[in-house]
């Protein structure tokens, strides 16, 4: 299969790419990364641990990794006014995992800006505009965490 486009030429600012290094233990920095998300107009409707399951099913003996689906309605609903598929994306996560005890990395990309990318959102100024708020929403994040 050939994809059509060359993922190597993608900037991480092209799908707002985020990443923090938070020096707690895993537990705490999940509650961490809830609370800040939670502050800045996100709430947490999803949330799981891939760890916690796989390491149930099929034995992985993977690290402590954990996923916060954050949503901020005004945002879901003004997207979903422009395009229905948009949904297909939802919630925005904020995955944080385990890089060493006592050392997590909380990582974010933009489902907004990945949406345009590949051709499910308009390309008009009311997509902008929500690429530019939801940036916002995710700035205040990362500056508060």
């Not at 005004?74 to 297909?88: I, P, S, V, W, Y």
């Amino acid at each position: 299969m050939s994809l059509p486009i060359d993922p190597s030429r993608i900037d991480p600012e092209d799908i707002g790419e985020e990443t923090q290094t938070l020096e707690m233990e895993h537990e705490e920095a999940v509650e961490h990364v809830r609370a800040v998300a939670e502050k800045a107009g996100f709430g947490v409707p999803v949330e799981f641990s891939p760890s916690e399951l796989l390491n149930e099913k099929v034995d992985a003996d993977r690290d402590p990794y954990y996923v916060l689906g954050a949503c901020n309605p005004a945002m879901a609903d003004r997207a979903l006014d422009e395009t229905l598929k948009q949904g297909a994306l939802f919630p925005c996560n904020f995955v944080i995992w385990e890089e060493e005890p006592g050392t997590q990395v909380v990582y974010h990309l933009s489902i907004m800006r990945i949406a345009r990318l590949i051709g499910i959102a308009p390309d008009n100024e009311e997509w902008e505009s929500i690429v530019e708020d939801t940036g916002e929403l995710v700035s205040a994040f990362f500056e508060e965490l």
